[in-house]
């Protein structure tokens, strides 16, 4: 593959790569900062710019601004193409696709004017958010989270395959009670939902059994819901007890074989016998 | 009993028997994801034809489609008897009757026409869904779920029966507080419903307090019921916790100096250096 | 004072002292179980009694009951004053404070007939409900949770004791923002209970902010009420996992000075020095 | 700085120091609860004063009992400042203008009567509610709740951006769903404040969903928000089982075998039996 080939880059264009792609440097942080402000403020014009009235009087402010920030992005987009060992492999990763998304849509604007997608080309800017997402891996707290998060993965999907099916269950028979009396149940979809809502005690109210035997039934998925909600938080407890107990487990060595992580009261190596 | 006896199967039932009933074979996990994806789609269906626009758009091919699940399945079925080495058995068991019950309706339905039971029996197909739950064992992840639910069982049927009584009181006196007052407040079971709807943190509003003693007593509720959620909570977490502690326990010990609790992967006793 | 003072029983009294009071025997056992049986069933015929339409249908059946429930509780509680060691002590104890007000209400309606005070009067025949309390003690798993809660109670309030300063501050916050705008803020009371049920996540919708400003507020009141949630469960998961340690924990007992509790791996007493 | 300079006090004053800024002593104690009691009192007249029907009511009773309080807190300001060593500093510290905002308002409303910002002024009054924070420290089991909140602190604020973050992406995709269809999401901002109430499963119901799509997705939000709860709630309870651990945490090491994370309470080495 021609992603495999790496570049060779002059000394400013390394200069550069290091401020734009790793970051630990002072000047790599200043530049993520500026482009975390950067970010944060056209994220928010482009949310402003959704409200009625707010865009009816600023309208020329707002479509100033996007052009200021795509024309800023723009310049980053083709900086980092530059100052990239592998150019490719950069256009086609999760975030050079993101990065493109981010100001293609002021293009297709100005080029296509007032088209019929136009709401969803607009909302597409938005995409910008992902962005701030490449920053997050520098603070380490974060890697705290996503560790903890990455281990209970497979346990809470099969915890909430456990309670989709569940509240279809659930949604299917108050179906069977509350339709005909109750208009809000107008089908098993509709039902499910309400079973989701109920379950995890969101409760918006849009629909609510009128029923005594629906509400007696509902009143029960609540309860149940009340001990369920226990068992994701139990999985990430666990895992996040695990992680900590990890850092800081004692790691005695051995000089014998090398080994390590052993327990802090251990007198002799546990796996050659040497006396520690 | 009769269910006692083993029929003699030849190799090409006892080959069927390996792939639908045990399914830990190559074949066998193909013809369980081929059966999940079955299971899913006809549930998929039964629900949809509840959704009156589409049902009146899709009648034929909804009919169409529930005929070949139900002709599929009924196939299966007689297969699951004719393979079984105690028919008998299947036939009675929780699976067996469910398996039984998913296809009967159809049939059911075809045989009697439009009667006044049909949306129960219709509803009825739902129960393909339990046939899901079937497939769950061969997920690690559940047993582990399943483990620290079961052995939290009885502290969360206690705490919850406790939760009942107090719901109980709590409805009690918020109806005699409110009601004359309160047109949504018109009996105490409807007011126990209220304390349930608002300690477990639910929340409709489609019964909400509006005299000042009542808001002031359903904010103490509310205040008591985010306390009250850390109790199952925390009987999980410690479940798990221990079956995690159990899972890395230390099973070995040592015949030298009876040192006990030694680390599974221990080749040497760590106080004394015996081999073990 | 006179409640020191310790009848003489007969062999009857006492045999029945046994099963009224204290429960471990089969005959106690199945006594409790027998009046478990009744309170409920006097509770659901109270709350039945209040649901307008049923208490038209079955007004004599309900009378009834009710007399035999009152007629049964009084026979009982005569009966445990008769076989009391100290009767006084009963009498004016919390549960025989319950036990009494059980059964009075009835007594004092058939005197006094359609009182204005009628409603109070009748409710307070819920009170029997308390005495299901009483047998709980029974239950091995209540001691566990009983424990917990006792242990974490004090942490409990001072933290509940925060959240209601907190939310008292949120309140008059949104006091500020909304009142003038939205006709649901009327005042700072009311502003308080607004931001009780949006912290605790019950959100029962009947106030909800309409301005810009106390939404972007709720908003962030909600995102706090996520996190602080964490608190309770925090405090209460780590008292159960002390309980638990607790009755783990290996008790190794010295020959030497008859110390307990030591150390599973220990190999000499970690008090006297004996050699284990 | 002048702030550095320390007054001499006379003994009067010394003894009032004691009295007003460490209560630790009997007569501290007995100053705070006066004045604990004083602050609620006050903050309850002030919410009270801010209910339509009981500011008509009891108009003369709330100035009176407002203008007690304020004289009150008034001699007890000028006292600090005179028993204070640094009175510069006292002044300007947090508690100290808080102090300060409390008493100022009502003197702001006899000079000014009835200015445009009255309502803003008189709300101000309610600072004092932060007088309370002030005790707060005396009590034992805030210093573990806040121990444990402060160590948590920096992985909870990355949390909870990252779920601001997540809710901007869901808010949008929202937008993009049901704008159009429904009246109520009629802007970015707004469908984000949804996502915000349908994530921390608040659910107020003044804005739900309506379109098949809307509905499907708001259910995966709240199974979502349903699993992401167990985050901050791992999070503080592993922080509090550390200092939990690290209170009972084993100190002692013996100088026999140089073993470490010996029970505080041990007078022996338990591995070597060396008098420690």
Redesign the interface.
């Known amino acids: 593959m021609a992603n495999k080939e790496t570049r060779q880059l002059s000394s400013f264009q390394r200069k550069w790569h290091h401020i734009l792609f790793e970051g630990n440097s002072t000047q790599g942080r200043i530049f993520d900062i500026i482009l975390l402000l950067a970010i944060l403020t056209s ?1 928010a014009v ?3 710019e ?3 009235p707010l865009q009816r009087r600023y309208e020329h402010l707002f479509h100033l601004l996007e052009w200021i920030f795509t024309i800023l992005f723009t310049i980053e987009y083709i900086f980092r193409i530059w100052c990239s060992y592998q150019p490719k492999k950069y256009i086609f990763s999760f975030y050079g696709l993101v990065d493109l998304l981010c100001i293609l849509p002021s293009y297709v604007e100005a080029m296509y004017g007032n088209t019929h997608f136009l ?2 080309i607009r ?1 597409l800017r ?1 995409m910008r ?2 962005r ?2 490449k920053l ?1 891996p520098f ?1 380490d ?2 890697k ?2 996503v560790t ?2 990455q281990r ?1 993965r ?7 395959f ?4 569940f509240t ?2 659930l949604g ?1 028979i108050m ?2 009670i509350e ?1 005909g009396k109750n208009s809000d149940f ?5 039902s ?2 309400w079973a ?11 629909i ?1 059994p009128i029923t ?1 035997l629906g ?2 039934f ?2 029960l998925i ?2 149940m ?3 369920i ?14 992680i ?1 107990r990890a850092e800081t487990a ?1 790691s005695k060595s051995c000089l014998g074989c090398s080994a390590t992580g ?12 040497t ?1 520690l």
């Open positions: 994220v482009v949310m402003m959704s409200v009625v709401l969803t909302v938005l958010i992902f701030v997402f997050i603070l707290e974060s705290y989270l903890a998060i209970s497979r346990k809470i999907f099969v915890f909430l456990f309670i989709l099916l279809m269950v299917t179906y069977v339709s107008t089908s098993i979809p509709i499910v939902y989701i809502v109920t379950l995890t005690t969101v409760g918006y109210g849009d609510a005594p509400q007696a509902s009143a609540m309860i819901g009340y001990a909600i226990a068992v994701p938080t139990g999985i990430v407890t666990v895992e996040m007890n695990k900590h004692t052993l327990d802090a009261d251990s007198q002799y190596c546990k796996f050659c016998g006396k």
